[in-house]
T-cell receptor, first 110, second 111 residues
Framework: SQQGEEDPQALSIQEGENATMNCSYK?????LQWYRQNSGRGLVHLIL?????REKHSGRLRVTLDTSKKSSSLLITASRAADTASYFC??????????FGAGTRLFVKA | DGGITQSPKYLFRKEGQNVTLSCEQN?????MYWYRQDPGQGLRLIYY???????QKGDIAEGYSVSREKKESFPLTVTSAQKNPTAFYLC??????????FGPGTRLTVL
């Protein structure tokens, strides 16, 4: 089954720096989503980008999608300590399924 | 977490025991999902339901069972046939726009 794979697995940056996470997937998609998970909590939906879109913004988040390379990136600008979390990409898995990657763990140092 | 509740937050199971995890939603969505998350891993789909009285197996359904008698409720039973049930369990609803919204999760530990 297709699956998003995030890169890097872990990322540690200073507050105020930008954080970039990448996601690669295997087969054609209709949309790709990014979620955030704070430790021990449920996932929170951040942004959905459709296959006919190349870039989308939401506040300090910028998501790009390159369907020719089967890849997406999530950029968090001017990161804050509160951005410390795991970030997952998710792709439509056929039918009503959503396939989640293993995630990138982001640690923002104050 | 919105209008999705899961209970209990922590659950301990003895060997050979069945336990049931609750998931309730007041968001009036038809589609509900159960996922399992192991430490440092992504989510794996256990079961999902698109409508009342109907549900489908996900990728790791063995040792689990569900019911969907009401739109608001989608309980998951972890049976004694699930040999390694210690994990974090997440329930979610899916909107018409494909976004999923998650409950706060239940952490199950086998004693």
């Amino acid at each position: 089954s297709q699956q998003g794979e995030e890169d890097p697995q872990a990322l540690s940056i200073q507050e105020g720096e930008n954080a970039t996470m990448n996601c690669s997937y295997k087969t054609s998609i209709n949309n790709l989503q990014w979620y955030r998970q704070n430790s021990g909590r449920g996932l929170v939906h951040l942004i959905l980008i459709r296959s006919n879109e190349r870039e989308k913004h939401s506040g300090r988040l910028r998501v790009t999608l390159d369907t020719s390379k089967k890849s997406s990136s999530l950029l968090i600008t001017a990161s804050r300590a509160a951005d410390t979390a795991s970030y997952f990409c998710a792709t439509d898995g056929g039918g009503f399924k959503t396939i989640f990657g293993a995630g990138t763990r982001l640690f923002v140092k104050a | 977490d919105g209008g999705i509740t899961q209970s209990p937050k922590y659950l301990f199971r003895k060997e050979g025991q069945n336990v049931t995890l609750s998931c309730e939603q007041n968001l009036n969505h038809d589609a509900m999902y159960w996922y399992r998350q192991d430490p440092g891993q992504g989510l794996r789909l256990i079961y999902y339901s698109q409508i009342v009285n109907d549900f489908q197996k996900g990728d790791i359904a063995e040792g689990y069972s569900v019911s969907r008698e009401k739109k608001e409720s989608f309980p998951l039973t972890v049976t004694s046939a699930q040999k390694n049930p210690t994990a974090f369990y997440l329930c979610a609803i899916r909107t018409g726009g494909n976004e999923q919204f998650f409950g706060p999760g239940t952490r199950l530990t086998v004693l």
